[in-house]
C-alpha cells in the first residue's frame, strides 16, 4: 500500500489536509471519504486498510474546523463551504486517476453533505454514493429551548462554539475505540449555531428531495443508534435509486463496531456490483 498527503486550497483561502491510500496496482475503484463531525480521517486507518487490501483507493480530507485542516473547530461560515470542499476533495482524486470510478462515502455529518451534494450536483464524476449513519435528523428531539437560543445566536453570535455532550459510548459497543476516542487530541465536541442550524436544514431539505435521487445510493444505520436517526435513513431510502441497510445491534459507527469486518464486506461487494 501507498499513502500520499493531500493538501486542499479552499475557496476561502483555508488549507485542508488529507491523505490517499493507494493500492499498489492501479485502483479499480476510489472512496472519496466524508467523515463525521467533531472527528478526523485517522479514525479511518483501518477502513482504508481494507479496502486498499480489495484494490480500492481512498481519499480523504478533515473537514475545516476538524482534525488537522484549517479554520474554527466546530464552524463553518457557510454550509455551502462545506460542500464546496467536498467537491475539491472528488477532483483531486479525478485528476490523479482519469477513468477510475468514484464513489462518494459520507458518516454521520458526512453522510449529511453527500446527501446534499448528490442531490445539489450534476454526478458525471460519481458512480455511486454511500451513506452511513447520515445526520438527516437526530435520533432525539433537542429542547425547544436549545434551538430557539441556537436561532439567536446564529444571528449574534454564529461562530460561538459549545460542547454537544457527546455520549462517546453512544458510537460503538467496542469499548477499546470507545477509549481511543475519549483519548485523541484531534477529537473534539465543539459546534457553533451556524453549523448545527445549517446542518438541521440540509437534512430536512435532503429528506424532502431524496424522491429525486438520481445516483445508486447505498444508505446503511445501525439499528441501535441514538444519536442520528435511523428512520430518517428509511425514509431518504424510499427513491428507486437507494437501498437501505439497517444494522440489528449496531450503533452510531457501524465501521467500528466488533462486526466490522461484516460491515465492510457488504459494502465491499455493493460497491463492486455493476
Request: charged share 25%; hydrophobic share 40%.
Amino acid at each position: 500500500m501507498q499513502t500520499k498527503e493531500l493538501k486542499i486550497r479552499t475557496k476561502d483561502g483555508l488549507t485542508l489536509l488529507g491523505k490517499s491510500w493507494l493500492p499498489e496496482e492501479e485502483p479499480t475503484k476510489i472512496i472519496c471519504l466524508v467523515h463525521g463531525h467533531g472527528e478526523h480521517i485517522g479514525r479511518y486507518e483501518h477502513f482504508a486498510d481494507f479496502f486498499v487490501s480489495k484494490s480500492i483507493a481512498v481519499y480523504a480530507v478533515d473537514l475545516r474546523g476538524h482534525g488537522k485542516s484549517g479554520g474554527k473547530r466546530g464552524h463553518t461560515p457557510d454550509y455551502e463551504l462545506l460542500i464546496s470542499d467536498v467537491e475539491e476533495l472528488i477532483k483531486v482524486a479525478r485528476v490523479e486517476h482519469n477513468d477510475t470510478p468514484i464513489v462518494l462515502y459520507g458518516h454521520s455529518m458526512g453522510g449529511n453533505l453527500v446527501a446534499s451534494f448528490i442531490l445539489q450536483n450534476n454526478m458525471k464524476e460519481l458512480e455511486s454514493a454511500v451513506l452511513s449513519s447520515p445526520w438527516l435528523r437526530l435520533a432525539f428531539d433537542p429542547p425547544a429551548s436549545q434551538v430557539k437560543l441556537a436561532k439567536i445566536a446564529n444571528k449574534l453570535f454564529p461562530s460561538l462554539t459549545q460542547s454537544s455532550k457527546l455520549d462517546a459510548n453512544l458510537l460503538t459497543k467496542d469499548p477499546e475505540v470507545v477509549k481511543a476516542y475519549k483519548q485523541d487530541p484531534l477529537v473534539h465536541d465543539l459546534i457553533s449555531p451556524r453549523l448545527f442550524l445549517s446542518v438541521i436544514k440540509a437534512g430536512e431539505e435532503a429528506l424532502v428531495k431524496s424522491k429525486d435521487l438520481k445516483i445508486r445510493t447505498l444508505v446503511m444505520h445501525g439499528k441501535d443508534d441514538q444519536i442520528t436517526s435511523a428512520e430518517a435513513s428509511s425514509s431518504f431510502a424510499g427513491s428507486e435509486s437507494a437501498e437501505l441497510k439497517i444494522w440489528s445491534g449496531l450503533k452510531h459507527e457501524p465501521h467500528n463496531e466488533p462486526e466490522q469486518n461484516e460491515v465492510m464486506e457488504f459494502v465491499l461487494e455493493w460497491v463492486q456490483k455493476k
